[in-house]
Structure formats: structure tokens, C-alpha cells
């Protein structure tokens, strides 16, 4: 056994090694989850809220975002090889069609399912139809729309981890050579930190979510008006 | 103030809501527009600050026809209170009262200054309500917080409708009171729709009485009391309308509007989330142009919900009346088979309503309690 070191040695040997290398894949990993998120979100947002103004064409829309959820991963970064060849481009381009559906369709029905008698109150106060959606349908629709960016970021940081079967980077790269080389303690280096951020992602989004529930922003309100109340008072009797 | 002339409003499915109406409200005035469901009194209602338009005739405030301002613009210059759903559940007490202010662009400091003011005024200490959210608040409470939302820029008109129909009968004789007592320092001019007699006796100045569109009677609540202009008047304002009524009178004083009214299209699951929101059992179905299809009841939508199914799987298209032949006593009738509302229709198959034994129930106890404060009344003097 002596000459055959155990799983957590090895694990130990090649994190001290490689530690740097590690970080840069995480680093690198974050950023083609990042990106791909942001255009998703960017994307997608918009086009909900559009879809939400033109009902009959919801439908078709929402069906192609289905279509390419549906499609394998792995053979959807195959495809875009012919679109924009090897790398970490083809990657985020596949990750946002990947991950449209969640984001568009909670989109879309958060801000369907505001009571209409919420949004007829606020026009009959002098809303235009822009400060109906900023004041009243977004924030109403929020807590959905950030449950459906929460599903598509724990998708986007598991499936990039299949960029570097394109040629993209991340930390598929160490778990595709601990498959290749039938090591372990690589597979798990690259494994590991991509499980975390998966959680991190998903548990940020969910604090997020909690954070901006109204219950929670009127505490906070209420407690900076009587922070402020004592200072007066404070500097009053001084 | 406000001029309705020769007001009409068709719909595109060429239902005539509101038929050649002609009114002046005058300034400081109170004018309570009532009828039985379909009457046209909300869509009148509305018309005033465009969230309908007219589809002939014009109306004028302060002498400017509507058609001429923006909007928008002519929206935030009029209050507008509706039922308790109106106040936006994520904001603050201080920011609903606050909207329209700021929506005009008031500075900050005036706006404090004038929320805590009507806070005061309502009797609510700012202290502890400001930073409450509406779902804190009770039925009641929130009306009141509606109602001086409306006044918060200082309109001088305001529009109100129903404004406190969904609260049970104390509270909102309470509010009504409240209401009587503000009106009588600010000088408002004030429209107000509801389908609650008892109410438009007590706030109106004026009664336009109207149904189907058409205006029956207008005059003060003596006036429409001592003389009414025709049989439907007396009926409607009957002293004591339910031991008048007999079996054989039209289901139509007991139409009230149907609190659930989904697609056929809508998924079942849907549908039971509405019916659990409004602790209802049943739901009616309609097409697009108003047009009845069927109803739901809970059991058969948490079969088809299970199933995946939409509202159309789920309906039931069997239980129905129509206004122009049906009689209390079917109405009554069904009732007893089956606790459960009964859609009424219109000769086109149109939904006007509902009949349910809680409508009824609560009829009977609002008709008991004006008996009770009339008796007292009487007592006093």
C-alpha cells in the first residue's frame, strides 16, 4: 500500500501543486457563467415583458425557448461549433439558449399574474404605462422572475462545466483530464468548487429574493426612520 | 363641476353599457350612482377619467372637456378609490398615500408633511401605521388608507367605486360615517358607485338610479323615497324591500357581480388558486366577450387540475338562469338543491352576475340593521 498513496494524499499533492491552476479555472468558470447569465437575463427580461404586451405571439416564443432547453446540452454546443467555432464564445452562446426558458417564462408570468385590478388602480391614479411597469408589475413580479434567474444561473454554472469538451475553458478542463486520465483527485478538484458555486449562486439569489420581499423592506424602513428619529432627538437636547 | 352630456358607451361586442346620459354634478356635490349589476353605473364611472372612453356625447370638468387633456395627466388630477384590491400590496402605507404627489412631482418635504397630516386626520397615528404594508392592515384600514390615498394631491374631484363593498356591515357603516364627516369639511365633489341602497341614502346628495344603461330616476334620496318615478324605483328603494318582495319578482335585485369569472382556456390549477384566494367554490367561465360558457366547482377543477386539465374540462353548463324569465323563487329554488352561486344571464347568454345565498344573507342583514338604526332614529326624535 505503501507505494500506492490513498485519494486524499493525492487530492492534497495536486491542489497544492496546482492550486494557482485551480484558481484560474474557477476564476474563468465564474466568468463564462457571468456572462452567460447576464446576457440571458438581459435578454430574456425584456422579451417577457414584450410578451406579456403581445399575448399571441407568447406562445410561439416561449415554444422555442422549450425547444432549446430540451435539446441536449452537450449536442447544442456541437451545433454552435459551426456558428462560432471553438471556445468559450460558442460556450456562452449556447449556455443563454440553454437557459432562456426559465427566465422568460417566470418572466412572463409573474408579471401575468399582477391582479388587474392592482395595475387598473394605478392608471386611474395617472400612471403611464412605463411607470406601471417599473412601480408596480416588475416589483410585484420580482420574487418569480428571481426564482426562475436562480434556476437558469444553477443550470448555466452544471452545463459550463461541459465548455471544455469545445475547447472552452473553466473547470470542466480538470474534470474532463481526471476522466481522460482516470484520476480521481482531479475530476474531484474540478467537481468540487464547480458543486460550491452551483450552491453559492442558488443561496445568493434565494438571500436576494428574501431581502427584497416587501415585509422585509418596511422593517428596514421603519428601523432607519427611527435611527433617524433618535439623532434628531439626540441632537435636539444637545 | 363635472358634465355627463348625452353620455353613451357601446362595447366592441356591441353591448350599450350606457345609454345617452345626461347629468351635471355640481361643485362640492356628493352624486351616488346605483342600479342592479350591468347597469352601467361603473362604466359611467370610469368614463369620467378615461379609463373607458366614451363612445358618444362628452364629458366636461370644471368646464374643460376630457377628450381635450392627456390621460394620464387628467387621471392624477381626480381621486379614485375602488375596492380593497386598490392599494399596491408592496409599498408602505406612506408610499400609497404618497403616490399620486409624487407621480406629480411634489418635494419631498411636502409630501411628509401632507401624508402625516391625513394620517391625522384619519385618526390612524402615523407613528404606528406609516411604515405598515396593506396585508398588515385590516379590511376597514385599509379603505380608510384608499380613501385619503385619493385625496393625498388634493383633487377636487374624486371618484369612488364601491369603495367599501368588501367590508362586513359595521365597518363599513363605520367608514360610511367617516366619510359623511370628511365630506363636510373639504367640500369634495364627489361620484360615488355602489349597489347598496342603504348607502347612496346615506352619502348622496343626489341618487342617479339607473339600469341597463338608462338613467330611471335622478334626485335626492328624498325625493327618490317620497316619489319614485316608476314601479322599478319603488322596488329598488323599497322601505323594507325584502318583506315586500314576492316569490314571483325578477331575479335581478339580487344579481350581484360574479366574484370569479375565468377563460376556458385558463389551466384548472389556475382557477383553484383563484377560488382558494377568494375563499370561493365555484367559478364562472366566459369567452373573451362576456359571453357565459359554463361554471366550475371546486371538486370537478381539483379533478381536472390533477389532470393537468383547463376550465373547460372542468365545466358544468347546466346550472344557470336568465334575467329576463327567471323569478326569485327559482332562484331560491336552486339555491336549496345547491349552496353554490347561480350564474344569471342576459338573453344573448351574456353573464351579468351571480345570485348566492351569502349575497342574500347579506342583503337580509343590511335591510335588518337600516330597520334597527331607523327604529332608533324614530325613538330619538
Known sequence: ?238 | MVEYHKVSKVFDDGTKAVDELSLTVGKGETVVFIGPSGCGKTTTLKMTNRLEECSGGHISIGGEDITMVDPVQLRRGIGYVIQETGLLPHLTVVENIATVPQLLGWPKRRIEERVAELLELAGLPPREFRYRLPSQLSGGQKQRIGVLRALAAEPDVVLMDEPFGALDPITRDRLQGELVELQEKLHKTIIFVTHDMDEALKLADRIVLMRRGKVEQIGSPDELQESPANDFVRDFIGEDRLSQITPDMSVEFLVEDAPLVVRPTTAAQEVLDGMEDLGRESAQVCDPRGRWLGMVFLPQAKAAAGRGGTARDAMRTDRKLHMSEASIQDAAQMLADQSVPIPVLDDEDALLGVVSDEGVARMTITRLTRQKRQSRTEAAS
Open chain 1, 1 to 238: 500500500m505503501t507505494e500506492f498513496p490513498g485519494f486524499f494524499e493525492l487530492l492534497v499533492d495536486f491542489v497544492g501543486s496546482q492550486y494557482d491552476r485551480i484558481l484560474y479555472l474557477t476564476w474563468e468558470h465564474i466568468y463564462i457563467s457571468a456572462v452567460a447569465l447576464a446576457i440571458t437575463v438581459g435578454f430574456c427580461m425584456p422579451l417577457g415583458i414584450y410578451l406579456t404586451r403581445n399575448e399571441r405571439i407568447a406562445n410561439y416564443v416561449i415554444g422555442v425557448a422549450n425547444v432549446f432547453q430540451t435539446i441536449p446540452s452537450l449536442a447544442l454546443l456541437g451545433f454552435l461549433i459551426f456558428v462560432f467555432g471553438i471556445g468559450n464564445d460558442n460556450a456562452i452562446a449556447a449556455l443563454f439558449l440553454y437557459a432562456m426558458l426559465p427566465v422568460l417564462q417566470n418572466t412572463y408570468i409573474g408579471i401575468r399574474n399582477v391582479p388587474q385590478a392592482t395595475v387598473q388602480a394605478a392608471r386611474g391614479m395617472g400612471m403611464t404605462e412605463m411607470q406601471i411597469l417599473r412601480r408596480v408589475e416588475l416589483p410585484l413580479a420580482l420574487p418569480v422572475i428571481i426564482g426562475g434567474v436562480r434556476v437558469a444561473a444553477v443550470w448555466i454554472i452544471g452545463t459550463a462545466a461541459l465548455a471544455a469538451a469545445i475547447g472552452g475553458g473553466g473547470l470542466g478542463k480538470l474534470i474532463f483530464s481526471g476522466l481522460a486520465s482516470i484520476r480521481n483527485e482531479v475530476i474531484v478538484a474540478g467537481a468540487f468548487p464547480a458543486t460550491i458555486l452551483a450552491l453559492a449562486a442558488d443561496q445568493g439569489l434565494k438571500s436576494l429574493r428574501s431581502h427584497l420581499r416587501p415585509e422585509h423592506r418596511a422593517r428596514r424602513l421603519a428601523r432607519k426612520a427611527e435611527i433617524m428619529e433618535r439623532k434628531e432627538v439626540a441632537t435636539a437636547t444637545n
